[in-house]
């Protein structure tokens, strides 16, 4: 994951499998959304389980440990800086979109969270997470622009 960057922007392999992953995570959620639109609920449940898992695997074996290795030490220190800003954005608002995401599953499609903690407007959720996901996406595009050369 740290080798060569095949973008061209000085990153590592990681960096940039990450980017593509992530912005392919996006618009597959776009494609879910659609499936929901034509009124294939199995098929948009899947297509958002898988992504949602994707993402947070992406997050577990990749940005976690990029967040404490490279950008935690200079947080704790209290660097203030247009990466730092960005990091910190995309880390509290991607950590939302993330319990969302898990939180909407289990209410979609487990008995797991109780009938007082149940939604009912799936809409109104499912595309108040899609508009959060793609601003995530965004601040973390940009948190990659800025780092790279």
Not at 4 to 20: I, Q, W
Not at 32 to 60: E, F, K, N, P, S
């Amino acid at each position: 994951m740290y080798g060569d960057s095949f973008l061209g922007r000085g990153a590592t392999f990681g960096a940039d499998l990450n980017l593509l992953v992530q912005l392919g995570v996006g618009l597959v959620l776009l494609v879910g959304m659609g499936l929901a639109r034509r009124g294939w609920y199995r098929a948009h449940g899947a297509c958002q389980t898988t992504v949602l898992c994707l993402a947070i695997v992406m997050t577990v074996i990749w940005m976690a440990p990029q967040l404490w290795d490279v950008y935690v030490p200079s947080l704790n220190r209290g660097v203030v800086n247009r990466v730092n800003l960005a990091v910190a954005a995309h880390v509290g608002l991607g950590s939302i979109a993330l319990l969302l995401g898990i939180y909407i599953v289990l209410v979609a499609a487990t008995p797991l969270i109780p009938v007082r903690f149940r939604f009912e407007n799936y809409k109104l959720w499912m595309r108040g997470l899609l508009a959060l996901w793609w601003v995530v996406i965004g601040l973390g595009a940009l948190t990659y622009w800025f780092t790279m050369k």
